[in-house]
């Protein structure tokens, strides 16, 4: 009873365009007018400026459920550089990436089977004449999307580079130490603050019930669970988040506030002894600014033997 | 001239998901894949972060509006807990509901002739297996919205459920008083700062042309006026909005801060004697925190005659 | 192999509604309730409440790269007063604009060939029927546009009225000195920064390689560039911006925020020796508030003989 898209009829757009300015507006105008049956659906504008890691990110969260068709993305600190403005058809998948060759790209198209192909966007045939050299999403990145998916063969937009020449992403490796424990980054903090670490929730296969996180100003004790509801008041849990990775929340409220951490933090998770040994916050630091000497509340735990 | 839009082919959409993370575009791009033809049309994505009533009100407002197809709705601080996913169907409209059952829909349902039948979406064939529990959006609303928009019976999608027993909306009534007042709920400030309250313009027809205001920090006389312009700069004036419910304006300036109001707070409005007994404020309660003791800066009036 | 739109198919929208009120959603449903086929493309809804000037810039940025149709712009302080409700025919494209008659549309109706012939939307039978008078984006501007969108002629809508009786825009106009130097307004500050001057890049054309840029809190040396890049970390540099215009641009920073200044703040550029001769800030303002007084930390240079 479902059907399908047609091919190439879809663009996934992402940008850090904002949606104060008309830049989003404009953009799609200029697809519209270039490929009048093609449907947009952006996938966010808001990227903080520049921060070419959210922007890949988010495209890595969401790249198995867009619908075939071109991903349209510019976070592009470099426009007007010599960084190359590019298009990329991967393995798995019907789609091609446009945008700047900037690493954007790279954590979804290795989701995606990886690269096959890829050309630089010099075929200025494509591209709308531009006034001025600053706005690419407009001129050169929203036009070949649109010609793309009015058909045009991609080796007719530019020529082709060997795709494992392109820009790698830099994301970030979870690591056992040797204690046990595991040395995480938080990937993403979302809009009701909830942590998104890069770790595997197997990697805590043989964990019991309570897992310590430290970082932030303090070390929590946090119980694994399966739903929001099962974290009590004021406690932290740890849980199987919506992309299958590791994720700290509290129950209706922010994780990320609760332990002062943010996107790019440094996490340390270890298997804990459970409630009765730490049920409760057992070092905490000062969250007076300028106060830089940990308070230590309670006596540190045992080491846990997991 | 006009044409109308095919039977179940607009989507609704109202979340408050923000702009900022991917969720709605990848709710969308689910949708996208399952139903291509339907349109989705964004009632807001910015409703503060759990809160029910605002959403509410927000679809209220919206309903008579929409084109017949698919109301989404999720604003969801119970998601994956006993919380219960529905679909509902309504007596005078072509079109469904489909969120989570915590009074979210109350308000709209009861403007649409109430709701004649429902269903808890319980047949996992109509969702996306996901990855973890907690973006129902994307893997049981939106999917079931766009299963619905292709043509699937509401029975088809779980069992049938006595819409009786859905969980009601708390919407605030108005109260008129023994001294002729009336006690009134600020339903919604909206962007421009006017002040929305849950009091019919009917209650007040045999006031007179001015009104007494008393909420936030003052009591302030108000015009009856229709429209904006008649406000003098520094006044406060009542209009009918564009809702057809009472509501408390200045002109080309936010009201809400004007009388340090918010929604949710609570106002009562009195019958005046008009501008001469009491054109300016009358009694100011200090904005200074932490100074709680009122400063009478005039003598009250006396109780008004209307 | 591209395609074109059919006629009036596409709407352009812009409004100071914001996206947090169901405003532009409910004015969407409207217009896909009578003219299902017609494709909505916001262009900005973030415009400051009731910014003529900046909804009528962002109008003039977009107008050349919109879809033919209609372009429906809502930023209107006056609603419901004697500001009349119009459309608006112009020379060069094949579309209408539909809003307030307060200036809005100047602009962009200057660049696309003046206006050719307007209505005052009074005509009724293309309007909803009202509960209150504030939201004629909702009544009046967005039922107008789906019916132009349907084909209903524009003299349909309502009572023809010289166009040359509009309400014109309010645009700066850069002024040349008899220094030599030019006297040119922010336009625009862009969610990066840039900043946009009134000031065409021919009136530079016989100047040296760098400019004296005299605004906000003090006099800098900017270095005209063709990119971003060129622009040395903690410079300031001067780009013609991709509409064609001189923009101040400091290198993945905010050149706003690094001049002080916003959008209407008047700038003084003139031509400058070189690098030698002023390579830095030579008058700096304190940024203490409440201290006017320049400080003086470097001497003035010699007038420019550019």
């Avoid at 600190?77 to 998948?93: C, F, L, N, Q, S």
């Avoid at 630089?120 to 999403?137: E, K, Q, R, V």
């Avoid at 392109?166 to 990937?187: C, F, K």
Wanted: with cysteine; proline share 8%; aromatic share 6%.
């Amino acid at each position: 009873m479902s059907a399908s898209p047609p091919e190439r009829s879809t663009i996934s757009f992402l940008t850090d365009y904002g949606l104060k300015d008309e830049f989003v507006g404009v953009v799609k105008s200029v697809i519209r007018s270039i490929a009048p049956d093609v449907r947009v659906i952006d996938i966010s504008h808001d990227i903080e400026p520049h921060d070419i890691r959210a922007g890949g990110l988010a495209l890595a969260r969401a790249v198995q459920y867009m619908a075939p068709g071109v991903v349209l993305g510019v976070v592009d600190p470099g426009v007007a550089t010599e960084r190359k403005p590019i298009a990329i058809e991967v393995a798995d998948w019907e789609a091609y990436l446009v945008g700047p060759d900037n690493g954007l790209f790279a954590p979804a198209v290795s989701l995606v089977g990886g690269a096959t192909a890829a050309v630089i966007l010099d075929n200025t045939n494509y591209h709308l004449s531009a006034p001025g050299p600053t706005f690419d999403g407009r001129d050169i990145f929203g036009p070949v999307a649109a010609h793309l998916c009015q058909g045009v063969p991609l080796v007719e937009l530019g020529s082709p580079i060997d795709p494992s020449g392109l820009v790698p992403g830099i994301l970030p490796v979870s690591q056992a130490d040797d204690d046990g424990s595991i040395r995480a980054e938080v990937l993403w903090v979302d809009r009701f603050g909830n942590v998104q670490l890069n770790v595997d929730p197997k990697e805590l296969e043989s964990w019991g019930e309570f897992v310590q996180v430290e970082g932030g100003r303090s070390t929590r004790t946090a119980k694994r669970v399966t739903s929001f509801a099962e974290i009590s008041t004021g406690s932290v849990g740890l849980v199987v988040d919506s992309y299958g990775l590791l994720a700290i929340a509290v129950d209706q409220g922010s994780a990320a506030l609760e332990l002062a951490i943010d996107e790019g933090s440094q996490v340390r998770i270890r298997a804990a002894d459970g409630p009765t040994s730490a049920p409760s916050p057992v070092v905490i630091q000062s969250p007076v600014v300028g106060q830089s000497k940990p308070t230590t509340v309670a006596p540190s735990p045992e080491p846990s033997t997991g």
